[in-house]
């Protein structure tokens, strides 16, 4: 097995077990609904679970509330090759999911099966379907054809048109307990790494924990992130700051500093001094808050209202079909510059 087979043969996740068994009864039963929206954070997993249960669903000898693993449907599942199921996600460079994309989804779903059984369409980054393709989506929703089931995918399901939210069953996924999560990672690492480091970078959001583990993305947030704490004792500027975002992606770097600003409200509200599992920048601003005049309260809603600004930056890059991540950025980092730090050069 290699890793990633190794990974698709936990689905689902501990974290997803509650869900799952709730649909797999639904489904034995003959009560699943048409269309599920899939919510929760990015690090949890969510297509992974959407593409194992569509396998479950296709499987003509399900077993426990499995797929056997082993038929033909199963067999062309575990190729990506199973011609009832369809997978719609942005392509390319694309941000946005097109109303083409839905126009054949709706249109796969309306032609007869090819073995006979259920029809599935997994919808990822569901947020991101732009106003024509939301509108396709909300048609294709209202006019359900039998025996076929919509799964959309989102970390965002705020952002999505009320009207297409309410015609879903809402599956609500949420951040598993910091224990959990650090012994899930645990049994996942072979090698030696800081679990918990990892997983306070990740927000402490399992699978996010993995591929910080698992590729260079862990340095590449730490020097972002110094950056960030830099410009708040006057090393960087904006401008350096808002390059790099763009080379990283601006949804990524605004996620790295809502990494570092809920750390600090943390610390704001615990009173620590700077010696907790935060990097050494963060550590740095976390002993600088301490230093300041206000009152941990005023500095923790200080905080948060940078967080909820960042929040609705990384909202507007994600819905908006004409976003300028350039100035979301740049008044964003306006605003982190204004925070209390008080730090000297
Ligand atoms: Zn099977």
């Known amino acids: 097995m290699n890793n990633n087979e190794q990974l698709a043969s936990q689905i689902p996740f501990p974290w997803q077990s509650a869900h799952w068994n709730r649909l797999d009864r639904l489904r034995f039963n003959n009560q699943l609904a048409h269309a599920y929206l899939i919510a929760g954070s990015a690090g949890l997993g969510l297509p992974l679970f959407a593409e194992k249960f569509a396998h479950l669903l296709l499987c003509p000898h399900p077993a426990e509330g499995r797929a056997c693993g082993k038929c033909k449907e199963c067999v062309l599942n575990?190729?990506?090759?199973?011609?009832?199921?369809?997978?719609?996600?942005?392509?390319?460079?694309?941000?946005?999911?097109?109303?083409?994309?839905?126009?054949?989804?709706?249109?796969?779903?309306?032609?007869?099966?090819?073995?006979?059984?259920?029809?599935?369409?997994?919808?990822?980054?569901?947020?991101q379907m732009n106003l024509s393709a939301a509108n396709a989506m909300l048609k294709t929703l209202e006019e359900p054809n039998p025996e076929s089931y919509l799964f959309l995918v989102t970390d965002s399901a705020s952002s999505m048109m009320p009207t297409i939210r309410s015609r879903c069953q809402r599956l609500q996924f949420e951040v598993p307990r910091f224990d959990d999560s650090l012994e899930w990672l645990k049994k996942q690492l072979l090698d030696e790494e800081d679990e918990v480091k990892l997983l306070v970078a990740a927000d402490n959001q399992p699978l996010?924990?993995?591929?910080?583990?698992?590729?260079?993305a862990y340095q590449v947030q730490q020097s972002f992130i110094a950056d960030v704490c830099n410009l708040s004792a006057g090393q960087s500027s904006i401008r350096q700051l808002v390059t790099k975002a763009a080379k990283l992606d601006e949804q990524v770097a605004i996620g790295y500093m809502l990494n570092v600003t809920i750390q600090l409200i943390k610390s704001a509200i615990k009173g620590s001094t700077g010696a907790g599992?935060?990097?050494?920048s963060i550590s740095?601003?976390?002993?600088?808050?301490?230093?300041?005049?206000?009152?941990?309260?005023?500095?923790?809603?200080?905080?948060?209202s940078f967080y909820q600004s960042a929040?609705?930056?990384?909202?507007?890059?994600?819905?908006?079909?004409n976003p300028n991540p350039q100035l979301i950025m740049e008044s964003l980092?306006?605003?982190?510059?204004?925070?209390?730090?008080?730090?000297?050069?």
């Open 78 to 127: 575990s190729k990506a090759l199973h011609p009832d199921l369809y997978r719609v996600r942005p392509q390319g460079t694309s941000r946005v999911v097109k109303v083409e994309q839905i126009r054949e989804a709706s249109e796969f779903l309306s032609m007869t099966s090819h073995a006979g059984g259920p029809k599935v369409v997994i919808i990822e980054k569901s947020h």
């Open 284 to 304: 740095r601003l976390v002993h600088a808050l301490g230093q300041t005049e206000s009152s941990s309260k005023v500095l923790a809603e200080r905080l948060l």
């Open 208 to 216: 996010k924990a993995l591929e910080l583990a698992s590729s260079d």
């Open 311 to 321: 929040l609705e930056g990384r909202q507007q890059l994600a819905s908006s079909t």
């Open 277 to 280: 599992p935060e990097s050494p």
């Open 333 to 345: 980092l306006q605003q982190w510059v204004q925070l209390p730090f008080g730090l000297k050069a």
